[in-house]
Each structure stands twice: as C-alpha cells, then as structure tokens.
C-alpha cells in the first residue's frame, strides 16, 4: 500500500467531494431550458469568454495548451523563478476560485473570498485551508472547459493525457522534477495530506499527494456525462473513477511515483460503461 489507510481513504474522500463540487458547480453554469423553451445560460464572472472552438476536436488545442503549460513550468524550474510561479500559482487559484464562488454567490463577494484564500493558500500552510481549496478549484476550472467537449473529444482527451503521463512519470521524469520543485517551492496544486512517521530517535515527515490534473482531468469526463446525461450519471462516473483511485493506492509501493491518469481515466471508461449499458 502507497500509504497507510486512513490517510488512503481520506485522499479518496477527497477526490470524490472535489468530484461533488465539481459537479455542482459545472451544472450551475450549464444552459438550462425553461418550460416555455427559452434557453439560459449563467454566464462566467468577470467577462471571461470561453474559446470558440467544435467540441469534436476541441481536444487538439486544449492538449497542446497543455504541452505548452508543462514546458513554461520545466522553464520556471530550471531558472528557479520561484516568485514567478507563485505569482501564476495565485492568479490561477484566484481566477478558479472566483468562478466557482460566482455559481453561489454575487460576483464582488467571490472575488473578494477568491483572493483571500488564494493568498492563504499561497502564504499560510495550513493543511484545512488548502485542500478546502482545492475542493473548489476545479469545478471553477471545468465550468470553463466542460462545454467546450463532447463524449468522443474528452475520452481522447483522456488518452492524450495517460500516455503523456505515463512518459513524463517513467521516461522523461518532468513530472517527477515538476512536483519536487512545487514542494521546494511550498506551493503545490493538487491534494496534500502530511503524516508523520517515526523512526528510532527523530520522526520525519511525510506527504501524500494526488496532482491536481489527476483532479481535473477526470472531473471534465463527468462533467460532460452530466451535459450529456444526468448528475446522477456523473456522480456514479465519478465514484468509479474514485474506486480505481483506491485500487492504485492500495498496490502502489511507498517512496514510488505513478501516474495516475492511465488509471483513473480506466475508471472513467468502466464507469461510463456501466450507466450507459447497465443504468440508461
């Protein structure tokens, strides 16, 4: 076992609540047709556009954005800007925040609470603050990408990401590098939960991790069962995906790196599977 289990099932738990929110925040932001057939659409805080693009290969831009963000933050790392990435690192958390906060609340209070946790995040370590945080996050990030994607273009999406992954995990070791600078760096996306460990005379400190794309990623594949769907639908996805979640941790080995997305996306897949032949 990757680690010991309470704090395995706390991870899960987590992953599923941000999966929750998610969802919540996703359906607040997705057109809604009233019974006399006019359509409305909550629109996104602080005049963000979403990119015009065709769902069906939406896929293909969104990737390469994502190529592109890696080889910013291996720059960052191999210059050591610290102050740089902890300035995207805020305005990224921020933004996010504030999307997700504008599904519940009026825009200025968003704001206003988007910024103070970012700052927390970014400045207070504190293990409450920033995985509430990071509950949050990503249903802000995947009210802007959800409906940019259909079914065919997110589960491609899905296989992208796993193999570039599985490259960056075991062959290339960026990802291994980019995790290791966000915690020398004291900022990381994605959930932390630190434990303690004793050994003869002085206890150490150890982390669990789980990335915050591993969050993400997976969160747009439910997102778009409920567009598509139902949220009962992306619920049962998402729990899936969290059940493949544990299977990783349970037979990972400590000390070691995985990537997860080939797994969780593998969950994604069977939960689709499973309300699209057995509960549809």
């Known amino acids: 076992m990757k680690h010991k289990l309470p704090i395995t099932i706390i ?3 987590l992953f599923l609540a941000s999966h929750f929110m998610g969802l919540i925040i996703i359906d ?21 556009e979403r990119p015009i693009l065709e769902e069906k290969t939406s896929y293909v831009p969104i990737f390469f954005i994502i190529l592109i963000s890696t ?33 519940f609340i009026s825009q200025v209070y968003a704001i206003i609470l988007a910024i103070i946790l970012a700052l ?9 603050i920033n995985n509430l ?6 249903g802000g990030l995947s009210a802007i990408f959800v409906p940019l994607f259909n079914l065919l273009s997110i589960s491609i999406l899905l296989i992208l990401i796993s193999i570039y992954d599985f490259y960056s995990v075991f062959k290339s070791k960026h990802m291994i590098k980019l995790a290791k600078f966000q915690t020398k760096a004291k900022v990381f996306t994605g959930l932390n939960i630190p434990y ?26 439910s997102g778009v069962i409920l567009k598509e769907f139902n949220l009962i639908s992306a619920l049962i996805v998402s729990f899936i995906t969290m059940l493949a979640l544990l299977v990783l941790l349970f037979y990972g080995k400590k000390g070691k790196f995985y990537p997860a997305m080939p797994v969780l996306s593998v969950g994604c897949f069977l939960g689709y599977l499973i309300i699209r032949f057995i509960i549809t």
């Open 28 to 48: 607040k932001y997705l057109p809604k047709k009233l019974p006399t057939g006019e359509i409305i659409e909550k629109k996104l805080p602080l005049n963000i």
């Open 133 to 138: 945080v990071e509950i949050f996050i990503y």
């Open 11 to 13: 991870l899960a738990l």
């Open 71 to 103: 080889i910013i933050a291996l720059l960052l790392i191999k210059f050591q800007l610290f102050r740089l990435w902890k300035l995207w690192f805020f305005l990224s958390i921020a933004l996010t925040l504030t999307i997700a906060f504008s599904a």
């Open 120 to 128: 927390l995040k970014l400045f207070k370590r504190n293990i409450i």
């Open 196 to 221: 303690k460990i004793l050994r003869r005379k002085k206890p150490t400190f150890a982390t669990a991790i789980l990335g915050g794309g591993d969050i993400g990623f997976t969160l747009f594949f």
